[in-house]
């Protein structure tokens, strides 16, 4: 158990990360109540909603575990504005931000109509293949409701800040961030719209990405908020709609490309994911999902299917354990190489 005294020593030295001032003199610890099982705790902040609450968030609960804190309850307020007027100063960062350079960078939206057709595998898998074509790549997993691209890969480290920039984590040559290396223990996310605008915002812009030739969005699916603060955010974002075989899959994701064209996106095609299953035994193709899927989707929006990705799972590598991601001599792993290929092509013509 823990007190409310301990509380604020472990809180002592806390910073505010814009102000670089003690949440103590800023007067910024304004509640702290320590019931059985939950300690809860509200602070004020300069700049709530940013990646560096983040940080700071999993900076205070990990001091406050330590200390003996069972579950901890974290709320954040903004300060008053005469307090940031009196400890703030001049905004530093002159940085140039990836939007700012959006012109060197080609960002690839891929969306579906709904999920589990396997808009996070299709990501992950272009992500790294467009790597293993010398392509520098970038992925953000914007899927708030449930983000799976740090598992998927494999990634058990968390992303390093370097004075207030946050590096993202590199697999296999692609640079990764996750809504999900935010989280505590996987806590399901109840933020609404506004706030994940704000999140994405701060992944453009406050993460410090190496130079990057590709940043594939790992979206939310359907049309949500999400999806159009994307669009606005990023008017030349390309679009990439994955759909199972099934015709009425294909329907629902027609609506999410309807919005894309509505948006003057330009869709990139179409892949249909668990297209067949095909039998090692007999070589037989079945089509487990039902047919027709991509194709009657890429001819409603008048784009084409890019591919047809039969069920199948990544053999396991135990030396570099990624469940989700295909080696490239692997059956599925040479579809991803032709999808890689198709879609440097395309972005490469204009
Ligand atoms: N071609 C495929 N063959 C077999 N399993 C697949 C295939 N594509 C995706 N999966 C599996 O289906 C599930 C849903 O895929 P996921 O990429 O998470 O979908 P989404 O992001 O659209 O919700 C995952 O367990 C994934 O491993
Ligand atoms: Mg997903």
Sequence with gaps: MITEEQVRKVLEDVQDPHLHTTLAELNAIKEIKVKEKLLSLKLAIAQPGTAEQMQLQQEVVAALKEAGAPSVGLRFEKLPDDVIAKYGSEEEEGGKTLLDRKDKTTFISVTSGKGGVGKSTVSVNLAVSLARQGKKVGIIDADIYGFSVPDMMGIEERPKVVGERIHPVERFGVQVISMGFFVEDNSPIIWRGPMLGKMLNNFFNEVEWDELDYLI?????????????????????????????????????????????????????????????????????????????????????????????????????????????????????????????KVIQKTEKE
């Design 217 to 341: 969005l790992d979206l939310p699916p359907g049309t949500g908020d999400v999806a159009l603060d994307i669009h606005s955010m990023l008017p030349h974002s390309k679009e990439l709609i994955v759909t199972t075989p099934h015709a009425t899959a294909a329907f629902v994701a027609a609506r999410a490309g309807a919005m894309a064209l509505k948006t003057e996106h330009e869709i990139l095609g179409v892949i249909e994911n668990m297209a067949y299953f095909e039998s090692k035994v007999t070589g037989e193709k079945e089509y487990v999902f039902g047919q027709g899927g991509g194709p009657k989707l890429a001819e409603e929006l008048q784009s084409e299917v890019l591919a047809q990705v039969p069920l199948g799972q990544p053999d396991i590598d135990e030396d570099v354990f990624a469940p989700s991601v295909y080696a490239e001599d692997h059956q599925i792993g040479k579809i991803y190489t032709d999808i890689a290929e």
